[in-house]
């Protein structure tokens, strides 16, 4: 039984060439590390692995994972994330073409590109769904993460990573037309036992300033939202930079252009949200 790691699968010894056997739980662990190998260099450094059956159990059925190829049951899925390792490669990306910077939603254009890339020879037929993307592709991507025991679905409306805390961003989901490992699941993440108490005032206040529900901008009270996720002792050393925080919360292309020009991000301590920017 393959033992677990950061992807939810013990590492393969070769990832250079993966073999497509639609039963091998094997060649699931190949494609989950090829994939990882793949989408870290973009900034795209979590990536975990889990039975699209845990989270399709979860779930109404408008939000369960496709079935490509077969249209197995049994199939494996990734879900793909990012820390604060994905502002670099992302600012890279719009210098390589200034005019990316015209086009709306930068990041979403990015995350697109660079897992479509990553998966332009998969070994095995798949099909991907984005965090960004409406019904009928939307994925309950926070739910996914914490099936998948990548990170906890907090009180705080957050996901929160045992390493990185709320400093990360739920990307896509991947589900391969292959078997998934066999075995029980990782089991869902811990975030901290006082979450609530620690995180129920900032969310309190920021509700209040700019409710959600009621469609008011959260851009014009960012500071609360980020206030939200300060409030959680995890990860604080993981902290998204000042430009990165700035742009995901007010999406000011202002600020993003700032951060392009400069050649580099501002890597200060930032400030303090309810987005998975």
Do not use: N
Request: hydrophobic share 45%.
């Amino acid at each position: 039984m393959p033992t677990r790691t950061r992807h939810g699968l013990r590492p393969a010894s070769r990832v250079a060439k993966v073999r497509a056997v639609p039963d091998a739980s094997a060649d699931a662990t190949a494609l989950v590390d090829a994939l990882a190998v793949r989408l870290a260099p973009a900034g795209f450094d979590l990536v975990r692995a889990l039975d699209a059956r845990w989270y399709d159990a979860a779930v109404a059925p408008e939000y369960r994972l496709p079935r490509p190829g077969s249209g197995r049951e049994a199939r494996l899925a990734v879900v793909v994330g990012s820390s604060r390792a994905f502002w670099e490669p992302f600012l890279a990306w719009l210098r390589d073409d200034p005019t990316r910077l015209d086009a709306p939603d930068p990041i979403d254009r990015y995350a697109v590109a660079a897992v479509t890339a990553a998966l332009a020879d998969a070994a095995a037929p798949c099909a991907v769904r984005f965090s960004f993307e409406p019904p009928p592709r939307r994925v309950a991507i926070q739910r996914l993460a914490d099936a998948a025991g990548l990170a906890a679905r907090t009180p705080s409306m957050l996901c929160v990573h045992p390493t990185f805390g709320p400093w990360i961003a739920l990307r896509a989901a991947v589900v391969f037309d292959v078997a998934p490992p066999d075995g029980p699941g990782a089991g869902p993440p811990r975030a901290c036992d006082d979450c609530a108490e620690r995180c129920a005032a900032a969310l309190a206040r920021a509700r209040d300033a700019a409710p959600i529900d009621r469609g008011d901008p959260v851009a014009s009270h960012w500071r609360l939202w980020l206030a939200v996720r300060d409030a959680c002792p995890i990860g604080r050393q993981h902290r998204y930079p000042e430009a990165y925080l700035r742009y995901v919360y007010t999406k000011d292309l202002g600020v993003l252009r700032a951060a392009v020009a400069d050649g580099a991000a501002p890597a200060g301590r930032g400030s303090t949200g309810a987005c998975d920017g």
